[in-house]
């Protein structure tokens, strides 16, 4: 690998797709629980991923990682076997053949003073060749969210694809377009190569 | 039958021939030749992959800073992964059939540190080609003695390591006659978030390797064989298995990335 080597650092290893049958080896029984549906808190986020014709997406994958009510990141283990007292704040839930994925969570915290709670989002799928990265973003503090750096970067029209949906009862709403229409905004960050 | 139907681009099926997608694959590799910094990472516009025409986003990633949940990442235990599950070859009753072989190596961030204590999971065909999927209708036998799917903590140094069989290649139809290079998936966390990575390990020389629009959405050669693991004599067992060696490397953490720019948050 030194051949790789230019100023101390390596070229990271290329993505590639996660398949069709990715289904036996990556979701698991409890991964779209990140708390209880008894929990006071729980929320359910969920929402559909679509391709360029708006078709839903049957193979597709999110994982989601964030910070819990009080926008503290947990370092407790535990995601893969879920005791239901100790929240890890990270999950994982395919689509199902309507391109549905559901999550049980609470809504994350600032995890910096003022800044806008959102909730990291990876997203998989067949035919897609590399993991995406976005934000889910909660509705509802307007002034840290017109103050947050992503947000504000963005054109307008563009900005809401990063804005979770509040439905009646609590549930967060949040769809993932792939492309086309209202495509979704997916994020480089520094050192990610093209 | 008429001569339009012997047509070499296309087959009655409606599927492209390989020669199409050589030839796209190609164009686009000469394409990307041109320019002057090399890709590392696959394309996510690479049509000769038909299922991704409609999969990817057309509008340009959008650059942005991580913040702090993004910088972390999720920790696994002992109590999320046990060392059995490291071993593909006794998750049934019996043995499974095929080339009993390791696949080890280490875990690294772009700075060359071992990512420690993290979670590395692989799931593959048989060796026979045929996954155990319902969605896999390949008319290979299934063994009933491998599922195919693993998961192994990386130790202090940052390696990990799974006892397998070779996965054999697949039919596909993508194009017509379309064979995916043998290959086994692997999913890999880092220390950040953003360091999540999601992939494919295939072996080497693989004659498909031209042929395969999956590997050739990388359109760089170097880039491409960062993902073809070495046949390593040192880790083959004697009258066992055969050993392969593969390393990750993460895109580099931000901490050291923020110190290195001259940013004030660590100094
Ligand atoms: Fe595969």
Redesign the pocket.
């Known amino acids: 690998m030194s051949d790789d080597a230019t100023a101390g650092a390596l070229v990271p290893t290329p993505g590639q797709t996660v398949?069709p049958?990715f289904h036996f080896g990556l979701p698991y029984a409890g991964g779209e629980s990140l708390v209880p549906t008894s929990h006071p808190g729980a929320v359910r986020l969920h929402g559909t991923v679509t391709d360029g014709h708006g078709d839903p997406i049957p193979d597709a994958m999110l994982e989601i990682w964030q910070a819990d009510e009080q926008g503290n990141i947990s370092t407790e283990p535990g995601s893969l076997s879920r005791d239901p007292y100790v929240f890890t704040g990270w999950g994982r839930a395919a689509t199902d053949a309507a391109g549905h994925y559901r999550f049980t969570t609470v809504n994350p915290g600032a995890t910096d003073e003022g800044s806008a709670p959102f909730i990291s989002v990876c997203v998989v799928a067949r035919g897609l060749l590399n993991r995406l990265f976005t934000r889910a973003y909660l509705p509802e503090d307007a002034a840290s969210l017109a103050a947050d750096p992503l947000l504000s970067s963005l054109d307008e029209e563009r900005r809401p694809t990063l804005v979770g949906t509040r439905e009646e009862g609590g549930a967060l709403r949040f769809d993932v377009r792939l492309q086309g229409e209202n495509e979704t905004v997916f994020l480089q960050f520094p050192r990610h190569d093209a | 039958m008429t001569t339009t139907d012997r047509d070499e681009t296309r087959s009655r099926d409606g599927l492209a021939s390989q020669a199409v997608i050589t030839a796209e694959i190609e164009r686009i590799r000469e394409e990307d030749a041109r320019s002057v910094v090399p890709r590392t990472q696959p394309r996510i516009d690479f049509a000769p992959y038909r299922s991704s025409i409609l999969r990817h986003p057309t509008k340009d990633l959008h650059q942005a800073d991580p913040e702090t949940i993004e910088l972390a990442s999720p920790v696994f235990g002992h109590q999320d992964v046990k060392p059995l599950e490291a071993d593909l070859t006794i998750q049934q009753n019996g043995e499974p059939i095929g080339e009993r072989i390791r696949i080890s190596g280490r875990v690294l961030d772009g700075d060359g540190r071992p990512v420690r204590r993290q979670l590395v999971e692989i799931w593959?065909?048989n060796a026979a080609g045929r996954?155990v999927h319902k969605r896999d209708q390949h008319p290979a036998p299934i063994d009933p003695n491998f599922t195919g799917a693993g998961r192994a903590l990386t130790d202090d140094e940052g390696t990990y390591s799974f006892l397998t069989i070779k996965p054999g290649p697949y039919p596909w139809r993508n194009h017509r006659n379309a064979w995916?290079p043998a290959?086994v998936?692997f999913s890999i966390f880092g220390t950040e978030f953003t360091q999540r990575m999601i992939t494919?390990m295939y072996f080497p020389g693989d004659p498909l390797f031209p042929l395969d629009p999956i590997y050739q959405s990388i359109t760089d050669q170097h880039a491409r064989d960062r993902l073809v693991a070495q046949y390593d004599h040192d880790s083959s067992e004697h009258e066992w298995l055969l050993g392969y060696r593969w390393d990750i490397v993460l895109t580099g953490s931000h901490a050291t990335w923020t110190e290195r720019d001259g940013g004030t948050d660590h100094v």
């Open positions: 398949g049958f | 593959q065909a996954y995916r290959h998936h494919q």
